[in-house]
């Protein structure tokens, strides 16, 4: 490399690299000041000082697009490895400083875990080995704070789209509860529900990503069986699914390291649904699992012992046999 070659290059910042990228993969050089939220001349100075730097037009006109030279080619993926190099830089140094801001971990939860984790997270022996936990609820941008650094990792139902992350399996929810009103008649046949039972009885599910947005165990169960189901409604919100239950004398399914807090709603009553009547449901989709989305061992601000006791709380979370079990969680 000449030593002109050199000081030209030193010249460059990154923000103009990041106009070179940008043309490469759009073509369009007012596409690129959009999506990096500057003016069109800001784009011109930048490709202008790429192509002094470089000697080379780098961008060539055809057929309304802009193509990229040889050299382009051969320079856009040590660019972009560049680019996210000090991308790395700066997010090491940001979750280094919030490591030292808080001194706390941030997790987002899916649904059926919210409650029955931060129930145990919050016990003294936990907090002294695990330190102080941030719950959140997980929503459609946990992922990318979690790349970012602004969440620490999730555990979610969810698949993520996102190959920088790391996804590890947890398990699936062992054991279901069914929930109505304490004074459901229903309730006279305790302990011995059935599932053919519940279907009898207006039912209503809350649509969870990941497990049952297209159709319910339920439904797919009593179609596949022929067993007349004619009253059943898809909830969003958690408020309105309690609702429904409190006024409509419908019967509803929760994970079971939910009973506890469900059952806190005054006039609703749950319990755990028997073994084989799980595994009537078992039979058309499988049950909600869980999985763990963190970042790669060097950028996470836990150590291995601290994850190790994360996954080994949300393991027997999932593994009880009654709710009794939260009450009594211990390590």
């Given amino acids: 490399m000449t030593s ?3 000081k030209q290059l030193c010249e460059l910042d990154i923000f103009t690299l990041m106009v070179f990228k940008n043309i490469y993969e759009t073509g369009h050089a007012n596409i690129t000041a959009r999506e990096l939220s500057v003016s069109a001349p800001k784009i011109s100075r930048c490709l202008s000082a ?3 730097a470089f000697d080379d037009e780098l961008f060539y006109r055809r057929q309304q697009k802009l193509k990229a030279t040889p050299l382009a080619e051969t320079l856009y993926h040590p660019v972009c490895d560049f680019i ?3 991308y790395q830089l700066e997010q090491q140094a940001k979750s280094s400083k919030d490591c030292r801001a808080d001194g ?5 939860v899916g649904y059926g875990l919210m409650s029955a984790l931060s129930h145990v997270l919050g016990q003294t022996d936990i907090k002294a080995r695990l330190g102080k936990v941030r ?4 929503q459609d941008e946990s992922a990318d704070l979690i790349h970012s650094g602004e969440l620490d990792l999730g555990i979610t139902l969810e698949q993520v789209d996102n190959q920088e992350l790391i996804s ?10 069914f929930i109505c009103r304490e004074d459901h008649v229903l309730w006279r046949n305790y302990p011995k529900i059935s599932i053919e ?32 189901l004619n009253d059943i409604e898809c909830i969003e919100d958690i408020e309105e699914w309690y609702a429904h239950l409190l006024t409509m004398d ?6 079971a390291t939910e009973l506890c807090h469900i059952e806190q709603v005054t006039g609703l009553r749950c319990a755990v649904l028997p073994p084989a009547e799980v595994d009537k449901l078992h039979r058309t989709i499988s049950m909600p699992a869980y999985n763990i989305i963190e970042k790669s061992e060097n950028y996470r601000r836990y150590n291995e012992s601290q994850r190790q006791l994360l996954v080994d709380i949300i393991s027997r979370l999932l593994d009880f046999q009654n709710k009794e079990d939260l009450r009594q969680f211990g390590t």
């Fill in 104 to 108: 706390c971990l941030h997790i987002a």
């Fill in 197 to 228: 039972d519940i279907a009898r009885h207006p039912f209503v599910y809350l649509t969870i990503r990941g497990f049952n947005e297209r159709i319910d165990p339920l439904e797919l169960y009593c179609q596949q069986e022929n067993i007349p």
């Fill in 50 to 52: 790429l192509r002094m």
């Fill in 168 to 177: 590890t399996s947890l398990g699936e929810v062992q054991e279901l509860g």
């Fill in 84 to 86: 996210q190099t000090v």
């Fill in 250 to 255: 419908s019967v509803a399914f929760a994970p």
């Fill in 135 to 138: 719950l959140y609820k997980w």
């Fill in 4 to 6: 002109r070659l050199l």
